[in-house]
Nanobody
Framework: QVQLVESGGGLVQPGGSLRLSCEDS????????MGWYRQAPGKQRELVAV???????NYADSVKGRFTISRDNAKNTVYLQMNSLKPEDTAVYYC?????????????WGQGIQVTVSS
């Protein structure tokens, strides 16, 4: 019932910017939170940023001050604006959504989108 469509990844030079988008096509659920995780080769998946239904945000220390997460309720879309990108930001980025129905919650993941930071 919920399907996540990710876009905006690609190749960028160090110091450059990218904006990732994730659209939730589901119906019948209310969005509790939306966020982004990433996984580099040989590394564990880690949280990058998350935004709640009340618009509170949390960021990983490694991206704080450089990345900004936001959402558009009308479009059911979450964005990740990535500025001052570094080579260590290179990873596959995954959209994450927690949707609710009554007191129940359901978690969904996107398929992942590649971000490569290289000169």
């Amino acid at each position: 019932q919920v399907q996540l469509v990710e876009s905006g990844g690609g190749l960028v030079q160090p110091g450059g910017s990218l904006r990732l988008s994730c659209e939730d096509s589901g119906r019948g659920f209310s969005i509790k939170s939306m966020g982004w995780y990433r996984q580099a080769p040989g590394k564990q998946r880690e949280l990058v940023a998350v935004i709640s239904s009340g618009d509170s945000t949390n960021y990983a220390d490694s991206v704080k001050g450089r990345f900004t997460i936001s959402r558009d309720n009308a479009k059911n879309t979450v964005y990740l604006q990535m500025n001052s990108l570094k080579p260590e930001d290179t990873a596959v980025y995954y959209c994450n959504v927690i949707a609710g129905l009554s007191v129940y919650a359901y978690e969904y993941w996107g398929q992942g989108i590649q971000v490569t930071v290289s000169s």
